[in-house]
């Protein structure tokens, strides 16, 4: 077995372990590949966004993998401008959200609604969607009471006349609403929800999500404050960017090299979730799969000293 350096930085890393599946296989691929390749001890610290975000401004924690700016302006903003964080690369650019079908519903040999595009499009195809509860209407799968995007998406049914038409149907639960997208699918029915990526209902199914007016960032603000606007627009497609706390950076070149190259794209980690949630397995073993079956994507994170050491590792 090779040797493998010791690690520039003298003590553990420590990542931000965000509470979400992504999140959490990302930190895993990046723990192994900083222990396999550069030598280093790493550790990771459970818990929920602002605390461990205020942790890597602190310096509490080092590296956190997944920044969603967009969700947690302040807090990032305000330790950007103190100088206490830096954002050393973007992990993936295309996070999104919308109104999601199944394709097939909309494209292929017997579509349902093969001229169904667009939100100004659903009116035409209400019975297709129609809800037990309202037979006359269809209905809507918002998200969860409480959470921003049921905020916006009421909004949006109201700016796109769409409340005559479908029922706003809110789901008790996140795994409710996946449940619910996964059993239409799976039975192949019609189904119209909010949905966002990457996550796992994005890897296992095809979805199509339905042209709205391009994101504009004041009609979409006005979405969070109006419930009744007379215009809307299209979410947001959000870059998540790796950040890590500056003293951290200024010690640790390589580690932070290696970061900065560290990117994937929506569709491959939908597709990791996937088969996390397939084989019910862990993140870990989720990052060990993802570094034996996707050489082709992280092999160019790491200079090739570094790469034969990790494949050594792995075998």
């Not at 550069?38 to 509490?60: E, N, R």
């Not at 947690?72 to 964080?85: D, G, I, M, N, P």
């Not at 093969?114 to 998200?143: H, I, M, Q, T």
């Not at 073993?285 to 050491?309: G, I």
């Given at each position: 077995?090779?040797t493998?350096e010791?690690?520039?930085?003298?003590r553990?890393?420590?990542?931000?372990g965000?509470?979400?599946?992504?999140?959490a296989f990302?930190?895993?691929?990046?723990r192994r590949?900083?222990e396999?390749?550069?030598?280093?001890k790493?550790?990771v610290?459970?818990g929920?966004?602002i605390?461990?975000l205020?942790?890597?401004?602190?310096?509490?924690?080092?590296?956190?993998?997944?920044?969603?700016?967009?969700?947690?302006?302040e807090?990032?903003k305000?330790?950007?401008s103190?100088?206490?964080?830096?954002?050393?690369?973007i992990?993936?650019?295309?996070a999104?959200q919308?109104?999601?079908v199944?394709?097939?519903l909309v494209e292929?040999?017997?579509?349902l609604?093969?001229?169904?595009?667009s939100?100004f499009?659903?009116p035409r195809?209400?019975k297709?969607?129609?809800?037990?509860?309202?037979?006359?209407k269809?209905?809507?799968?918002?998200?969860?009471?409480?959470?921003?995007?049921?905020?916006v998406?009421?909004?949006?049914?109201?700016?796109y006349k769409?409340?005559t038409d479908f029922?706003n149907?809110?789901?008790?639960?996140?795994?409710?609403l996946?449940a619910?997208?996964?059993?239409?699918?799976?039975?192949?029915?019609?189904?119209?929800a909010?949905?966002?990526?990457p996550?796992?209902?994005?890897g296992?199914?095809d979805?199509?999500?339905?042209e709205?007016?391009?994101f504009?960032?004041?009609?979409?603000?006005?979405?969070?404050?109006d419930?009744?606007?007379q215009?809307?627009?299209a979410y947001?497609?959000?870059?998540?960017?790796?950040?890590?706390?500056?003293k951290?950076?200024?010690?640790?070149?390589?580690?932070?090299?290696?970061?900065?190259s560290?990117?994937?794209?929506?569709a491959?980690?939908?597709?990791?979730?996937?088969?996390?949630?397939?084989?019910?397995?862990?993140?870990?073993?989720?990052a060990?799969?993802?570094?034996?079956n996707?050489?082709?994507?992280?092999?160019?994170w790491?200079?090739?000293?570094?790469?034969s050491q990790?494949?050594?590792?792995l075998?």
């Amino acid at each position: 077995m090779q040797t493998v350096e010791a690690c520039e930085f003298d003590r553990t890393v420590v990542f931000a372990g965000l509470d979400w599946q992504s999140n959490a296989f990302h930190t895993a691929v990046a723990r192994r590949i900083l222990e396999y390749g550069y030598g280093c001890k790493t550790d990771v610290i459970p818990g929920s966004t602002i605390p461990l975000l205020q942790g890597v401004a602190q310096g509490d924690i080092d590296v956190v993998m997944e920044v969603w700016k967009d969700n947690v302006t302040e807090v990032w903003k305000r330790a950007l401008s103190r100088h206490q964080v830096v954002e050393v690369g973007i992990n993936f650019e295309d996070a999104v959200q919308g109104w999601f079908v199944p394709r097939y519903l909309v494209e292929g040999e017997g579509a349902l609604a093969p001229e169904l595009n667009s939100v100004f499009d659903l009116p035409r195809y209400k019975k297709l969607f129609s809800d037990p509860e309202e037979p006359d209407k269809g209905r809507f799968y918002n998200c969860v009471a409480g959470w921003t995007c049921e905020v916006v998406n009421t909004a949006k049914l109201n700016a796109y006349k769409l409340y005559t038409d479908f029922t706003n149907f809110r789901p008790g639960t996140g795994a409710a609403l996946a449940a619910a997208i996964a059993s239409a699918n799976i039975r192949r029915k019609p189904i119209l929800a909010y949905y966002w990526g990457p996550t796992w209902i994005l890897g296992k199914f095809d979805l199509v999500m339905l042209e709205e007016p391009p994101f504009d960032p004041n009609t979409f603000r006005m979405l969070t404050i109006d419930p009744d606007p007379q215009q809307a627009t299209a979410y947001p497609i959000v870059p998540v960017v790796v950040g890590a706390n500056s003293k951290f950076a200024a010690a640790s070149q390589e580690i932070v090299a290696f970061l900065a190259s560290y990117k994937t794209n929506g569709a491959l980690v939908s597709d990791v979730l996937a088969y996390m949630e397939d084989k019910s397995a862990s993140a870990d073993e989720a990052a060990r799969w993802f570094l034996l079956n996707h050489y082709d994507v992280w092999s160019s994170w790491v200079p090739a000293d570094k790469l034969s050491q990790i494949k050594a590792e792995l075998n």
